[in-house]
């Protein structure tokens, strides 16, 4: 029997009918910006709020990503393909990671599971990832921190969207050093062609406040400026975005600001802002 991750914040994030998400998501990507990149994409940053608010900021990064999206078939006509398939046409895996919310814990947390769901259908893990990563200790198993949290989740309509046959390799930080876990992370990406980071920006500063504010995050994300990052930058998975430049500079990936928006912007009043930015990683 398939173990299922049910959806948990279908109806307060995202919308819980099928119909309505799936119209909202080809909304939001038929919205978006139209981008290139100058390499191979290899890492996102996305914000996570609900679809209201940051949906458009998200949409950015996914609409690049359905451009670059391999078609459903493992033969291309001899155009090579941004995401390599795997042997067997299993497709494309991503690497999702994000804050915990609810639950506190000490490392970083995958979730032993066949397949997560939302209103759109099934998304299914990349199992083998999952249980080498238990196996060799590299991740702890903890259902309790997965069952509430929305990081993650509402990433998966998007992703469900743009890269149907997507397999995922969910993973929530708690306090660890994102040093030590880019680390552990590495050893996988041999295996991932896309690396997912879900996080929001500052928190409830008036606009002008926020904006300023959320400048530094540009700076420090597109200049590798790690000490800026961790002793100025307000994002709620800095952990995640650490991990993610931190390999990003190992591998000589290079950093791109691709949007930036708040809720002042999107849905809400311009008193007590949450900012959302779009970042890409290319090589």
Same mark, same amino acid.
């Given at each position: *029997?398939?173990?299922?991750?049910?959806?948990?914040?279908?109806?307060?994030?995202?919308?819980?009918?099928?119909?309505?998400?799936?119209? !909202?998501?080809?909304?939001?990507?038929?919205?978006?910006?139209?981008?290139?990149?100058? &390499?191979r994409l290899r890492g996102l940053i996305v914000p996570h709020a609900g679809y209201v608010y940051s949906g458009p900021v998200a949409a950015?990064?996914?609409?690049?990503?359905?451009?670059?999206?391999?078609?459903?078939?493992?033969?291309?006509?001899?155009?090579?393909?941004?995401?390599?398939?795997?042997?067997?046409?299993?497709?494309?895996?991503?690497?999702?990671?994000?804050?915990?919310?609810?639950?506190?814990?000490? &490392?970083?947390?995958?979730?032993?599971? @066949?397949?997560?769901?939302?209103?759109?259908?099934?998304?299914?893990?990349?199992?083998? %990832?999952?249980?080498?990563? %238990?196996?060799?200790?590299?991740?702890?198993?903890?259902? @309790?921190?997965?069952?509430?949290?929305?990081?993650?989740?509402?990433?998966?309509?998007?992703?469900? !969207?743009?890269?149907?046959?997507?397999?995922?390799?969910?993973?929530?930080?708690?306090?660890?050093?994102?040093?030590?876990?880019?680390?552990? %992370?590495?050893?996988?990406?041999?295996?991932?062609?896309?690396?997912?980071?879900?996080?929001?920006?500052?928190?409830?500063?008036?606009?002008?406040?926020?904006?300023?504010?959320?400048?530094?995050?540009?700076?420090?994300?597109?200049?590798?400026?790690? !000490?800026? *990052?961790? @002793?100025r930058v307000e994002a709620c998975g800095k952990t995640a975005i650490l991990t993610l430049m931190q390999i990003a500079k190992e591998r000589?990936?290079?950093?791109?600001?691709?949007?930036?928006?708040?809720?002042? @912007?999107?849905?809400?009043?311009?008193?007590?802002?949450?900012?959302?930015?779009?970042?890409?990683?290319?090589?």
């Amino acid at each position: *029997m398939k173990r299922l991750r049910p959806a948990a914040v279908a109806g307060s994030f995202y919308p819980a009918s099928s119909e309505r998400l799936r119209k !909202t998501v080809e909304a939001l990507l038929a919205q978006a910006h139209t981008l290139t990149l100058e &390499g191979r994409l290899r890492g996102l940053i996305v914000p996570h709020a609900g679809y209201v608010y940051s949906g458009p900021v998200a949409a950015t990064g996914y609409k690049l990503l359905q451009d670059l999206s391999p078609s459903p078939s493992p033969i291309r006509g001899g155009e090579p393909s941004p995401f390599p398939f795997r042997e067997g046409g299993q497709g494309v895996r991503s690497l999702l990671l994000g804050p915990a919310h609810y639950v506190y814990f000490v &490392g970083a947390a995958t979730l032993d599971c @066949d397949a997560w769901q939302t209103p759109l259908g099934t998304v299914k893990c990349a199992t083998d %990832l999952i249980a080498r990563a %238990l196996k060799h200790n590299d991740l702890q198993n903890n259902p @309790d921190a997965h069952a509430p949290e929305h990081s993650l989740e509402v990433q998966l309509p998007f992703v469900q !969207t743009v890269l149907p046959n997507c397999e995922i390799f969910p993973i929530l930080t708690g306090e660890c050093d994102y040093r030590e876990l880019a680390c552990t %992370l590495d050893s996988y990406l041999d295996e991932i062609d896309l690396f997912i980071v879900s996080s929001d920006l500052s928190h409830y500063y008036p606009y002008d406040e926020a904006v300023e504010r959320d400048a530094l995050a540009h700076r420090a994300i597109e200049s590798f400026d790690f !000490t800026l *990052m961790e @002793d100025r930058v307000e994002a709620c998975g800095k952990t995640a975005i650490l991990t993610l430049m931190q390999i990003a500079k190992e591998r000589h990936w290079k950093p791109k600001l691709l949007d930036y928006r708040n809720s002042g @912007d999107t849905a809400g009043d311009k008193f007590r802002v949450v900012g959302y930015g779009c970042y890409a990683f290319y090589e």
